[in-house]
């Protein structure tokens, strides 16, 4: 007797019905995805293709000289990146673990209020704030303080600050991210099997020794997925970014060093260099990069969450 393979069980759908509109759906959705790679790929390929490895360790860009090198920006977006991180992540798993753990209904209900209007505010709203508000509580007392504590660390010394900087943007960077950091964290605690606590209570730990030794660790691959998904927004992030870091291309030296991650060099040069072919090919070759980044932190959601889900 004739037998259909399973496969063909799992794609088999009804010409009527919901099956219909989920693979008409996920169609769409998929088709978006490819156009949007596709005409970046190939936008960016005659540029990627001339400088070659060129275009990832050179430090010069010139539109005149047609040559395009994306060392400088490349750094300053992974050190604005690992700072907004170093920020964003203890505070944010922080306040997760005292909102699933330890704070009542109605105060864990006001925070998370509070932390979530935080997604609805736009970028450049944040900017602002940090560009005329938080500048100067920079300039006059946190970067000071910094460095008259740690200035004996050259990253940390300040010789000349202006307010603006690394340091100011990867703060504002951080309020941004942490409302993601903080609702998956409090989710993921929260999805925690009660019997787990209730089993390490029950050979005499505390209650943070339950949460530290059980809970975290149970919880941990949906932490990393909204570590990974907050990280993925402060690279790419654009408006907020391009008021406060200065856009000096330079490799970063200190914490507070002016500097001009991709993003910003794609924002300030789209608007002037889209006419020429390979000028508009050069921005989107920086696009190309980022995409392949955001593309690669995707990859390791799945490959962490893997490896997590089957060691436990």
Not at 37 to 51: M, W
Not at 141 to 152: M, Q
Request: aromatic share 10%.
């Amino acid at each position: 007797m004739k037998t259909t393979p399973p496969f063909f069980y799992r794609m088999k759908f009804h010409a009527n019905g919901p099956e219909t509109v989920f693979l008409s759906c996920t169609v769409v959705t998929a088709l978006f995805t490819i156009l949007i790679l596709g005409f970046i790929l190939l936008t960016a390929a005659p540029v990627l293709q001339k400088e070659g490895i060129g275009f990832f360790t050179g430090t010069s860009w010139d539109y005149t000289n047609q040559h395009f090198g994306i060392f400088n920006f490349l750094v300053s977006t992974l050190v604005m990146t690992a700072m907004t991180m170093v920020i964003a992540v203890p505070l944010g798993l922080l306040t997760a673990v005292f909102l699933a753990e330890w704070a009542p209904a109605w105060l864990d209900k006001s925070i998370s209020s509070m932390i979530e209007l935080l997604v609805g505010i736009p970028s450049v709203v944040f900017g602002i704030f940090g560009l005329f508000v938080l500048k100067d509580i920079f300039r006059d007392n946190i970067n000071p303080a910094i460095s008259g504590t740690l200035g004996f660390i050259p990253i940390f010394h300040d010789s000349d600050s202006m307010g603006i900087g690394l340091l100011l943007a990867a703060t504002v960077l951080a309020i941004m991210v942490l409302p993601t950091i903080t609702a998956l964290s409090r989710d993921a605690i929260r999805g925690v099997p009660p019997e787990y606590r209730e089993a390490s209570y029950a050979v005499g730990a505390t209650k943070w020794e339950t949460i530290k030794l059980i809970v975290i660790p149970a919880a941990l691959s949906g932490i990393i997925t909204g570590i990974i998904l907050a990280l993925m927004r402060a690279m790419g992030e654009t408006m907020a970014v391009v008021m406060l870091v200065g856009c000096v291309s330079q490799v970063p030296d200190s914490i507070y060093s002016l500097t001009y991650p991709m993003t910003s060099k794609i924002i300030n040069d789209i608007g002037y260099h889209m006419a020429t072919d390979t000028d508009r090919s050069a921005l989107f070759a920086i696009g190309a990069v980022l995409f392949a980044m955001e593309m690669g932190f995707v990859a390791a959601i799945r490959l962490v969450t893997k490896y997590l889900s089957q060691g436990r």
